[in-house]
């Protein structure tokens, strides 16, 4: 069995992302801030891959996005993506979120 290291990688920055966001609230984090989060992860990310992954999480109506005229974005979590984080809705397949081990 072959382990798809990148599909790890994309799949894990994902639930941080919504993890440092959820952090973050109400006010959401630009991206900068949300990078260095990711570089203690995962020290070799770029902005190119943070930005692609919160579109990913914009697409599944999880975070909203600010993309700002000087290249910066800021994303803040919609009511979706708070309820995924708190493990109140379904998680689709392209987030690893661990399993709830608490009752």
């Known amino acids: 069995m072959t382990i798809d290291l990148l599909k790890v990688r ?9 993890n440092a966001l ?10 900068i801030l949300l990078l260095d989060v990711v570089r203690c992860i995962y020290p070799d990310s ?3 891959e943070l930005h692609a992954q919160l579109d990913y999480l914009h697409s599944q109506t ?3 996005l600010d ?3 000087d290249g910066h974005w800021h994303a803040k979590l919609t009511h979706i993506g708070i309820d995924v984080v708190e493990y109140v809705a379904e ?3 392209g ?9």
């Open 10 to 18: 994309r799949e894990s920055l994902r639930w941080h992302l919504l």
């Open 22 to 31: 959820d952090k973050a609230r109400p006010l959401g984090a630009l991206d």
């Open 46 to 48: 770029t902005a190119t």
């Open 62 to 64: 999880f975070v909203e």
């Open 67 to 69: 993309k700002r005229p």
């Open 91 to 93: 998680c689709p397949v």
């Open 95 to 103: 987030i690893s979120r661990p399993d709830k081990y608490w009752v």
